[in-house]
Nanobody
Framework: QVQLVESGGGLVQAGGSLRLSCAAS????????MGWFRQAPGKEREFVAA????????WYADYVKGRFTISRDNTKNTVYLQMNSLKPEDTAVYYC?????????????????WGQGTQVTVSS
C-alpha cells in the first residue's frame, strides 16, 4: 500500500514557477514508477510527466516539455515536479500517482495509487 500527499500548489502569475512535491508512505516507494497528471475544470485528466522507479528515465507530455522537470528522491520517498514558465493553460488540479506497471507511463489506468491533488492556478 502506498499513500500519496501532494503539496506546493498555489497561485502564480504567468511566466512564474512552482515546485510540487508528492510525499509517499510505504517502504516500497522506490519500486514504483511515479507520474504527474492534471485535470482542468470541464476537461479530462491528462498526463504531464513520469519517472521510472530508479529515476533513470523520464517522460513528458509535449505541452510541458522544456518547461517542467520531474525528479525523485527515493531516500525521502518524494517525487517533485518543477514547473517553470507557467501559462494560464497550466491551471489545473495536479495529481501524483504510483504505478508498478513498468511501462506506458502516460496511461492513467495503469496507476495503482493516487494522491488527493493540489490546485495550481496561473493568472494572466
Amino acid at each position: 500500500q502506498v499513500q500519496l500527499v501532494e503539496s506546493g500548489g498555489g497561485l502564480v502569475q504567468a511566466g512564474g514557477s512552482l515546485r510540487l512535491s508528492c510525499a509517499a508512505s510505504g517502504r516500497t516507494f522506490s519500486s514504483y514508477g511515479m507520474g504527474w497528471f492534471r485535470q482542468a475544470p470541464g476537461k479530462e485528466r491528462e498526463f504531464v510527466a513520469a519517472i521510472r522507479w530508479s529515476g533513470i528515465g523520464t517522460w513528458y507530455a509535449d505541452y510541458v516539455k522544456g518547461r517542467f522537470t520531474i525528479s525523485r528522491d527515493n531516500t525521502k520517498n518524494t517525487v517533485y515536479l518543477q514547473m517553470n514558465s507557467l501559462k494560464p493553460e497550466d491551471t489545473a488540479v495536479y495529481y501524483c500517482a504510483a504505478t508498478d506497471a513498468g511501462t506506458r507511463y502516460s496511461m492513467s489506468n495503469l496507476y495503482n495509487y493516487w494522491g488527493q491533488g493540489t490546485q495550481v492556478t496561473v493568472s494572466s
